[in-house]
Each structure stands twice: as structure tokens, then as C-alpha cells.
């Protein structure tokens, strides 16, 4: 449920690998999981971060905490 922050201290520390490879991990487990409202969620993150789309990582990491 703290993979939301961790991704936040991953980006404060201008780590972006790690971050991607937190919402990467999340994205895979919540589709094991049948977590459906997480895995939308999670794939925009993870999608988000590989494209650098710094402008919405807010808002999609709030949406990510919502759904953890």
C-alpha cells in the first residue's frame, strides 16, 4: 500500500528507473491479482514514466494511491 510514496521518493530523487520499476512490477502483480481498479491505475503510471510525462505524474500518483 506505500508503493504509491515509494514511487514519489523515487522521482524526488530523480531516480526515474526506479520508479518505472515500481509501477512496472505494480502493473504486472495487479493483473495477477485481478486487481481491476488498481491495474488502469498502474499501467498509466508506469506508461507515464516511460514516456517522461513529468507533467502528470501527480495526478497519476494520486490516482494510484486512490486505488492502492
Known amino acids: 500500500s506505500d508503493l ?3 514511487i514519489r521518493q523515487a522521482l524526488q530523487a ?9 509501477a512496472h512490477t505494480l ?3 495487479s493483473g495477477s491479482i485481478g ?3 488498481l491495474r488502469p491505475a498502474a499501467i498509466a503510471m508506469d506508461a507515464a514514466l516511460r514516456s ?12 494510484l494511491d ?3
Open 27 to 29: 502493473k504486472g502483480v
Open 52 to 63: 517522461r510525462a513529468s507533467a502528470t505524474y501527480a495526478r497519476l500518483l494520486d490516482n
Open 66 to 68: 486512490n486505488a492502492l
Open 4 to 6: 504509491a510514496q515509494a
Open 14 to 22: 530523480q531516480d526515474t528507473h526506479l520508479a518505472q520499476r515500481i
Open 35 to 37: 486487481a481491476k481498479a
